[in-house]
């Protein structure tokens, strides 16, 4: 089930869809506000969902230290985003 809303984040607004997998999955496909034609960001809560270098809901900041992953966190909105610097 799929369903269209609007995200918006510090006074900008941008389009994007909920897709509800199951009673308690779910994906947020988002656009950004500078092109709303393209997908930006894909988010989850489902862990069947594997990254190319096997990251998952659920992988350990311990874990991605490990690996050698280069971390920056973000606090938007009062919500911790952990992002992986890609080389």
Same mark, same amino acid.
């Given at each position: 089930?799929?369903?269209?809303?609007?995200?918006?984040?510090? =006074?900008?607004?941008?389009?994007?869809?909920?897709?509800?997998? #199951?009673?308690?999955?779910?994906?947020?496909?988002? #656009?950004?506000? #500078?092109?709303?034609?393209?997908? #930006?960001?894909?988010?989850?809560?489902?862990?069947?969902?594997?990254?190319?270098? =096997?990251?998952?809901?659920?992988?350990?900041?311990?874990?991605?230290?490990?690996? =050698?992953?280069?971390?920056?966190?973000?606090?938007?909105?009062?919500?911790?985003?952990?992002?992986?610097?890609?080389?």
């Amino acid at each position: 089930q799929a369903r269209p809303k609007t995200v918006t984040s510090e =006074g900008t607004s941008w389009p994007a869809v909920r897709v509800v997998l #199951s009673e308690t999955t779910w994906l947020l496909v988002e #656009s950004s506000w #500078s092109d709303p034609r393209r997908i #930006s960001r894909i988010t989850t809560n489902d862990p069947a969902y594997v990254t190319r270098r =096997g990251y998952r809901v659920g992988t350990s900041i311990a874990e991605l230290l490990r690996n =050698g992953e280069k971390l920056e966190f973000e606090y938007p909105e009062e919500v911790l985003v952990v992002l992986i610097t890609m080389a």
